[in-house]
């Protein structure tokens, strides 16, 4: 089956894309066995933050949107920090180029949009197949942290994490690192949950 002009330039530019990604990636975590991982880390508040009170973990922080990841990147250089990275990176490109010996300690996922109508709540990043992958990355006692303004959404998150085999709601571990980010500053209300690998 042959494919049109842009359909074959589009795919030339997702391998040059996923080629860069990959040499960042193959750099920055050279002979790193985990990380604390945040998909879609807006300005880079809370990770660059983790990363200054816990020097000794490698935390790695995504986004779309290239300003963003300057900003992370910038607060970086700012506090000399050396275990925080950021990338500007698809989720399942990132997940795609990471070398699969590298497990997730911890997966943090604050504020996700919440994609309030019923015939896009397939985009929401909370899906069965997210949470598949981020299990099959993330050793027995390791966390998923989701933290959200939007209650309809929250519940959602808790009902995939109850009907996961692979995830255990813990209500008694305690979120990972409190930090008010740029959005966190804007909520009047927001709720919590963190669930174990098992």
């Not at 709540?121 to 981020?134: G, I, K, N, P, W």
């Not at 930090?179 to 804007?186: G, H, N, S």
Request: proline share 5%; hydrophobic share 35%; net charge negative.
């Amino acid at each position: 089956m042959e494919i049109s002009e842009a359909h074959a330039r589009e795919l030339e530019k997702q391998a040059a894309r996923k080629a860069e990604l990959q040499a960042l990636v193959a750099s920055d975590l050279a002979d790193t066995k985990s990380i604390l991982f945040e998909a879609g880390c807006g300005h880079g508040h809370w990770l660059t933050s983790y990363g200054e009170a816990n020097p000794n973990t490698k935390c790695v922080g995504i986004d779309l949107i290239s300003w963003r990841i300057r900003k992370g990147l910038d607060k970086c250089t700012k506090r000399g920090l050396r275990n925080v990275h950021f990338y500007k990176a698809e989720l399942g490109e990132f997940l795609e180029v990471l070398p699969s010996t590298i497990k997730f300690e911890q997966t943090v996922l604050l504020f996700p949009d919440p994609w309030p109508k019923a015939k896009h709540h397939r985009r929401r990043m909370v899906q069965t197949e997210f949470l598949d992958e981020v299990a099959r990355r993330t050793d027995v006692g390791g966390t998923f942290c989701f933290r959200s303004d939007d209650r309809p959404y929250f519940d959602w998150a808790v009902e995939h994490l109850n009907a996961h085999s692979e995830w255990e709601i813990d209500p008694q571990a305690p979120w990972p690192h409190e930090m008010e980010t740029y959005f966190q500053k804007l909520m009047d209300a927001y709720y919590s949950v963190v669930a174990r690998r098992v």
